[in-house]
């Protein structure tokens, strides 16, 4: 089991960016496929995107082309950049782990998760 810690989340206005941070302990991170899910209140939490530990990225249609993820192998971190943020993105995001090697949007398919950021947009 890994731990995950989220950060970066915080109040942006429409059209503005957000870099999420997701930091994971352990020595395997670099063999764990990342995900970003979001819940907002009163909603289901919702698959984002993700990237398999090859690099290899998957995307909700509603974020393609504004969101990108990433990771960082040597730091242990992993990353959701948000630009033309909407007010539909407001959410608490979660970053979660898999040691498979495919993204899935799946929310039962990821065994660790952090407890959450808090992005907010103004309009």
């Known amino acids: 089991q890994v731990q995950l810690v989220e950060s970066g989340g915080g109040l942006v206005q429409a059209g503005g960016s957000l870099r999420l941070s997701c930091a994971v302990s352990?020595?395997?991170?670099?063999?764990?496929?990342m995900a970003w899910f979001r819940q907002a209140p009163g909603k289901e939490r919702e698959f984002v995107g993700g990237i398999s530990w090859s690099g290899g990225t998957s995307y909700v249609d509603s974020v393609k082309g504004r969101f990108t993820i990433s990771r960082d192998n040597a730091k242990n971190t992993a990353y959701l950049q948000m630009n033309s943020l909407k007010p539909e993105d407001a959410s608490v995001y979660y970053c979660?782990?898999?040691?498979?090697?495919?993204?899935?949007?799946?929310?039962?398919?990821?065994?660790?998760w952090g407890q959450g950021t808090q992005v907010t947009v103004s309009s």
């Open positions: 979660a782990a898999r040691r498979g090697s495919i993204v899935s949007r799946a929310r039962n398919e990821y065994d660790d």
């Open positions: 352990g020595r395997t991170f670099s063999s764990y496929t």
